[in-house]
Nanobody
Framework: VQLQASGGGLVQPGGSLRLSCVASGRPSVNTVMGWFRQAPGKEREFVAA????????TYDDSVKGRFTVSKDTAKNTMWLQMNNLEPKDTAVYYCATGQRLITSALRNIRGYDNWGRGTQVTVSS
């Protein structure tokens, strides 16, 4: 299954963006889909994840209350609604999938083995 992320762009602080990640095929019921981001000079970090079956979600504390991850199973698509964006949110955002991840492992980048190309998000006035 190939992943394609899109929806990035330039936005002012306090603004909103909605990222999408489309899978080329239907993810299995054991799939977890996640969002990660990488700022210049920094390591790639976890942002949010959603279980394909059931839809439970997990967020990094830095985005909790501002970002919302959701999915549309009919369209094989995951969304990341980002509100109240801050300059520190500037990064390349990636979507990824992992299989059979337990809750405690959802934030661990090593559990994700299928990655899409990133989309740039820039928050600046």
């Amino acid at each position: 299954v190939q992943l394609q992320a899109s929806g990035g762009g330039l936005v002012q602080p306090g603004g909103s963006l909605r990222l999408s990640c489309v899978a080329s095929g239907r993810p299995s019921v054991n799939t977890v889909m996640g969002w990660f981001r990488q700022a210049p000079g920094k390591e790639r970090e976890f942002v949010a994840a959603i279980k394909w079956s059931g839809g439970s979600t997990t967020y990094d504390d830095s985005v909790k209350g501002r970002f919302t991850v959701s999915k549309d199973t009919a369209k094989n698509t995951m969304w990341l609604q980002m509100n109240n964006l801050e300059p520190k949110d500037t990064a390349v955002y990636y979507c990824a999938t992992g299989q059979r991840l337990i809750t405690s492992a959802l934030r661990n980048i090593r559990g994700y083995d299928n990655w899409g190309r990133g989309t740039q998000v820039t928050v600046s006035s």
